[in-house]
């Protein structure tokens, strides 16, 4: 996801343009569990110390149910606004120094910018910290691993405390209603 901006670096601070991008799944980390390409799009805008990238981009990932493990195919459509700087003069090659608390992403020393960085950080802040299968997903039975969701296991679930029974007895009155 590489894009040479020199051009763009050369142009008048205000100056803008768009670039499109697809990558494939497997360019990311296995964990993100991507199906799909990365598709996206960035609006650059030239600023007086470098490009400011305003970028979209929308993928699927296959993860585990957090209860019941079944696979999930989860949506991912996320936006980041970010600032690349660069680290080499366009005219002297001489490296440029940049701000320590700058917050942001350097250009390569060939003027490039590359995506792949923010497109990770707005893949893992869109998929969800405990995907599900169903809103009423009921996972699996913590005795043998029945999953709930295809029927009822054979286990019985008496509290191991017996001050806790008349809680046991009001919620399997529940139940049955």
């Not at 670039?19 to 996206?40: C, K, M, N, T």
Request: net charge negative.
């Amino acid at each position: 996801m590489r894009f040479n901006v020199a051009n763009l670096l050369q142009e008048d601070v205000g100056e803008t343009s768009t670039v499109s991008f697809e990558v494939a799944p497997d360019a990311f980390d296995e964990a993100l569990g991507l199906i799909d390409p990365v598709v996206g799009q960035a609006r650059l805008l030239r600023t007086n110390r470098g490009l400011l990238a305003d970028m979209r981009l929308t993928t699927r990932a296959r993860l585990p149910c957090s209860r019941c493990l079944a696979d999930v195919i989860i949506p991912i459509s996320g936006r980041t606004i970010d600032e690349f700087f660069p680290v080499v003069d366009l005219r002297t090659g001489a490296r440029v120094a940049v701000e320590e608390e700058a917050e942001g992403f350097p250009l390569t020393e060939s003027h490039e910018l590359d995506f792949a960085e923010p497109a990770r950080q707005v893949i893992y802040l869109e998929i969800p910290m405990q995907p599900l299968c169903a809103p009423e997903c009921a996972g699996l039975c913590p005795r043998c691993g029945h999953n709930l969701n295809t029927s009822r296991c054979a286990c019985s679930f008496e509290p191991a405390d017996a001050r806790l029974s008349p809680l046991a007895q009001w919620l399997r009155a529940d139940a049955d209603s």
